[in-house]
């Protein structure tokens, strides 16, 4: 079984992002021949700085292999890397219907948000099916916001077969519900856009400061806490420490006696030894970025044989061969 997924370079990436998409997608490495790649082409049609792209896809892929991505069972790259794909996506363009395209909601919510609307962010969905039917992948884990381009995806390799013969592997998603809602500093979900994140490789005193910096409520130390567990900081605790070290500080905070910031200085300790043995090897891997570059080279050569392939099939079946 094929597993595929891309990852938007969008920076440094946050405790959010960890739970939500990173542990779950390294997990996945286990199930199958897992292919990820990072999306610098998609990232054109959002991000217009050139060195700011450069650092985010180094950035992205440091994360990855810092957190336990194996390039040795899985195929890890970089989109742009493996230039077959914007072939394919203009073969898959002309039998596209304007209308699967106008109704993708992610389009019309960046357009809201202020986001240029030039052809390249319209036509975003028909790249990432070619991303996806390039390597016939069987399996896409996402995010829930990315479900319709899945739905996108399969739709245009149905209208492919059906129009040239059967050609492209039509893909399941795998939509990933937030196991975990990770809470950020103010409250809401962990998010870029609401300022609230943690990083996972943050500084060490700015993040102690963040940590310190949450608001709790305005109640005494000594008074009880029946709603402990709701707690913003015993939230996080429960996803860095371990279950009994997190119900002793639940238990403490409920019962009474546990001020709010003995409690965050706690989560800050349990969060700083949850990622240590990851950063320990981010600094490592970052000291020695020609075995980065060497990763996404060798992963490229791999994925660009299986793309070389598949756009071959398509071709011979389009009459362009
Ligand atoms: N659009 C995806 C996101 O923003 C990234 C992506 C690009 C992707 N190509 C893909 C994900 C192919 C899965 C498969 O998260």
Same mark, same amino acid.
């Given at each position: 079984m094929r597993i595929l997924s891309g990852i938007q370079p969008s920076g440094t990436l946050h405790v959010g992002n960890y739970f939500g998409m990173m542990r779950p997608s390294i997990e996945l490495q286990d199930k199958g021949e897992a292919f990820y790649f990072i999306a610098n082409y998609h990232s054109m049609t959002s991000l217009f700085d050139p060195a700011q792209r450069r650092q985010n896809t180094l950035d992205v892929a440091l994360d990855f292999l810092a957190c336990g991505l194996d390039p040795k069972r899985t195929v890890f790259? +970089? %989109?742009?890397?493996? =230039?077959?794909v914007t072939e394919l996506s203009w073969m898959l363009s002309t039998i596209t219907p304007m209308g699967l395209l106008e109704r993708c909601t992610s389009y019309k919510d960046k357009i809201a948000k202020g986001i240029s609307p030039y052809h390249g962010l319209f036509a975003y969905p028909v790249l990432m099916a070619a991303d996806i039917l390039i390597y016939d992948s069987n399996l896409v884990p996402v995010g829930r916001d990315q479900k319709q381009h899945l739905e996108v995806t399969r739709d245009i390799a149905i209208k492919f077969n059906e129009q040239?013969?059967?050609?492209?592997v039509v893909p399941e998603a795998q939509i990933r519900d937030e196991v975990a809602v990770v809470p950020g500093t103010d409250g809401q979900k962990m998010s870029k856009s609401y300022g609230n994140t943690i990083d996972i490789f943050g500084e060490e005193k700015a993040t102690r400061k963040k940590v310190m910096g949450m608001v709790m409520d305005s +109640?005494? =130390? %000594?008074e009880p806490k029946p709603d402990a567990d709701q707690n913003l900081a015993i939230q996080l605790l429960k996803l860095v420490a371990t279950p009994e070290v997190a119900k002793d500080y639940t238990e403490r905070l409920r019962a009474g006696g546990l001020g709010y910031g003995d409690l965050k200085k706690g989560l800050f300790e349990q969060y700083w030894n949850y990622f240590a043995a990851a950063r320990a090897k981010r600094a490592e891997l970052a000291a020695n970025l020609d075995y980065v570059h060497q990763v996404l080279t060798e992963g490229a050569a791999k994925a660009r044989a299986k793309a070389r392939e598949v756009l071959d099939r398509a071709k011979k079946a389009s009459g362009l061969d």
């Open positions: 790259f +970089r %989109q742009s890397d493996v =230039p077959e040239y013969g059967q050609t492209f +109640r005494t =130390p %000594q």
